[in-house]
């Protein structure tokens, strides 16, 4: 069992919550009350930002003390919306939130992952018709070797799993938001996930 924070109670948020404590982990979900995010963080030992990518890195570099020594798993694209809603480009073109939030938080172990599908696909991977992949960036190995274990926890598979390297493969993961809104205009909200097939 791990004390898990998920910042962000929304579609992604909730998901991710109620999938850990299905999966035996002690999780506290954090609203937009003041405080919420900085008690539920000083208390975990990984910290989940789900998060509106947009406003995430100002959310959590005011964090900096709570989330000295923490685990930090990015799951938000940072993007701007376009008028139907759908991400239309990268806030950050030439880096990524990954990246920010590493800079902004020195003492903090940033790893990126689960950002490069639909959010249903995070907890039901195998729901998928063929294998898709999830993907990690971070610095730290002992970190990522953490997040690895709780991804399979949510049902993803140890050869369904891609370590990039270090945080500024996140770019590239972040990069693949610009296939969603394609994707989804030609063929519906229906979940999917970038694959690597080898």
Not at 76 to 82: F, L, M, Y
Not at 108 to 124: R, S
Not at 183 to 193: D, Q
């Amino acid at each position: 069992m791990t004390t898990i924070a998920v910042l962000g109670n929304g579609r992604v948020g909730g998901n991710l919550a109620a999938a850990l404590i299905r999966a035996g982990h002690e999780v506290t979900v954090a609203d937009r009350e003041p405080g919420a995010a900085a008690d539920a963080a000083r208390t975990a030992r990984i910290v989940i930002n789900a998060t509106p990518g947009a406003g995430s890195l100002e959310r959590l570099a005011a964090l900096r003390d709570e989330l000295h020594g923490r685990i930090l798993v990015d799951v938000s694209n940072a993007t701007t919306d376009g008028p139907d809603g759908l991400p239309a480009d990268l806030i950050h073109p030439g880096s990524s939130l990954a990246e920010k939030l590493q800079e902004a938080l020195p003492e903090t172990h940033v790893v990126k992952t689960l950002n490069t599908m639909l959010f249903p696909v995070m907890t039901a991977p195998a729901t998928l018709t063929q294998p898709p992949t999830v993907f990690l960036s971070g610095e730290f190995p002992p970190a990522k070797e953490a997040v690895r274990e709780l991804l399979t926890d949510l049902g993803w598979r140890k050869e369904w799993i891609t370590d990039l390297g270090g945080i500024r493969t996140a770019r590239a993961a972040e990069a693949a938001i610009l296939f969603v809104p394609h994707v989804i205009r030609a063929s519906g909200f229906t979940p999917f996930a970038i694959s690597i097939a080898r």
